[in-house]
């Protein structure tokens, strides 16, 4: 998403002095949260970059490929700096796919296979929290399985899988803005008629600033809970009436 290039010894002392800064006006709630939601950042982070990589690939670009990126180590997708910046200020990215549009084989026109690319990101961000919710209906309804459990490790698992729904459902729906640097950008590209298109792509520079303007004012959030929540609802809608259907609740 982001692709920034800075001196190695900068960003070490930068990571350092904002995570140390993190950890000290967090306290331990915010440390014990922290570790919660870890889990859930490194799983939305790595498929939310694999999904790039794959459908690149699939879409007949051999580079993703070739820098090692169709797989689900965390580390080869996670980037330092996206990686604090999630944790400290609440957003962030991974290790940037790189690829080369020239390389796609032509099945659909350069504009729609870049859109393609692009929405994987949030639906497969999306297709995770749907899945993370079945397991915690499952968890409910499969009774015997969590009376077996302690009542604070059955919290802390219920934690863990809340955090990793809102993480994907948060990280889907900030992608799917239409601002460039996020893949929702590409997206409304590929719509947009020639000479519109032309004087977004000659302005992204404008983008960049809104952007940042938006998140640093605080609108993203005016702008994304309802979003946010009215997915998350739709989402419980669904699963809970599956499981019903299936009498499991």
Request: glycine letters at 6%; charged letters at 10%; a neutral charge.
């Amino acid at each position: 998403m982001f692709n920034f290039a800075f001196d190695k010894r900068t960003i070490t002392i930068v990571l350092i002095v904002l995570l140390v800064l993190w950890l000290v006006s967090a306290g331990t709630s915010g440390i014990l949260d922290l570790l919660l939601t870890l889990p859930g950042i490194l799983i939305a982070l790595t498929f939310h970059e694999f999904a790039h990589a794959w459908v690149a690939y699939k879409l007949g670009d051999n580079t993703p490929k070739y820098q090692g990126r169709i797989n689900l180590k965390p580390l080869s997708h996670i980037d330092p700096v996206g990686f604090v910046f999630l944790i400290v200020a609440g957003f962030g990215w991974g290790k940037p796919v790189q690829i080369d549009p020239r390389n796609f084989n032509g099945k659909y026109s350069l504009s729609k296979s870049e859109a393609i690319v692009s929405a994987a990101v949030p639906i497969m961000n999306f297709i995770l929290a749907f899945v993370f919710l079945i397991i915690y209906y499952l968890l409910f309804s499969v009774t015997n399985i969590i009376d077996e459990l302690s009542m604070q490790w059955q919290l802390i698992i219920y934690q863990l899988i809340l955090y990793t729904i809102s993480i994907n459902i948060g990280l889907g729906v900030f992608n799917l803005i239409p601002i460039p640097p996020l893949d929702g950008s590409k997206i409304l590209m590929h719509f947009l008629p020639y000479n519109a298109k032309q004087w977004f792509y000659n302005n992204q520079q404008i983008f960049y600033i809104i952007f940042v303007v938006i998140w640093i004012s605080g609108l993203s959030s005016v702008i994304l809970n309802p979003i946010f929540n009215a997915v998350l609802s739709g989402m419980d809608w669904a699963v809970y009436n599956i499981f019903k259907l299936l009498a499991l609740i």
